[in-house]
């Protein structure tokens, strides 16, 4: 992939590579409350379910929505122009498919993980027959690989750390981004965004509602019997990535 445009190269991007069901949305709407920051929903959703034809709410509508050909979307969308200092792009591990990394060099990469049976206890809800692939968790482990192979370290947030104490995670993470903290992000209107990608109606429920981050609460629901194997082909690739997540304060 050849490096961007030099007319865009002072922009800031943050590619925030999120595995499903995690609190990725609740952080795009977080980062849209600074009016430094210009936010992006998953555009690369189209190239995913062009490509997989997964099984997702919605999913002829969002290929029909969006710009399927990935390399263009990187070019013009990821590496394009931006009218703001910076560019938050909420993107899904597993989207990244067979696209080169080496545009990664011309982001600041965070991967956001969740513990998978939490993960998975939901996702089931829309996706009836999740895959590992369907976690993310193998695709973040190829970015982290990436990022580290330059001599780079991504910043790894866990959704229970963050939902623990969202303004301290969110104070070290602007300061690892070499951003100023702003107060607003840690509250938003509740309603949706004029971001919110086409499939906003099946996924975003909750945050529709939400005013800010919620507190994190333990689940206690059993996974389901038939996805304890995926469960546990999960755990090795999230506690590897998790050894390096920012950390609440006074957790262990």
């Known amino acids: 992939m050849p490096p961007h445009d030099d007319a865009h190269r002072d922009t800031l991007r943050i590619g ?7 609190v990725s949305t609740a952080l795009m709407y977080s980062f849209a409350q600074r009016p430094d920051t210009r936010v992006v929903d ?3 959703y189209g190239f995913y379910l062009t490509r997989t034809g997964a099984d997702h709410p919605g999913a002829a509508e969002v290929v029909a929505a969006m710009d399927n050909d990935g390399e263009r979307v990187v070019r013009q969308v990821i590496l394009g122009p931006c009218d ?38 939901t996702l089931q809800r829309q996706v009836p027959n999740p895959d590992l692939d369907a976690t993310g ?34 104070r070290e993470l602007c300061s690892r981004l ?21 499939w906003a109606p099946h996924w975003y429920h909750v945050i529709h509602r939400s005013t800010g981050f919620g507190p994190y609460s333990e689940k206690t629901e059993p996974v389901p019997e038939r996805l304890v194997p995926l469960v546990e082909a999960c755990r090795p690739l999230y506690e590897r990535l998790f050894r390096r997540a920012l950390r609440a304060p006074g957790a262990s």
Request: no cysteine; hydrophobic share 45%; charged share 30%.
């Open 16 to 22: 925030l590579w999120s595995g499903p069901r995690n």
């Open 42 to 44: 998953e555009p690369l």
């Open 84 to 121: 703001r200092p910076v560019l938050f792009l909420k993107l899904m591990g597993h989207h990244l498919l067979d696209l080169d990394p080496e545009f990664l060099a011309a982001t600041r990469t965070v991967l956001l993980i969740r513990d998978p049976a939490d993960v998975l206890r």
């Open 137 to 170: 968790l193998p695709d973040q482990i190829r970015i982290l690989e990436a990022v580290e192979a330059r001599g780079e370290e991504p910043v790894v947030l866990d959704a229970r750390e963050t939902l623990k104490d969202p303004e301290a995670i969110l």
């Open 178 to 198: 070499g951003l100023a903290f702003d107060q607003r992000m840690l509250s938003w209107p509740a309603e949706p965004r004029p971001e919110d990608g086409v």
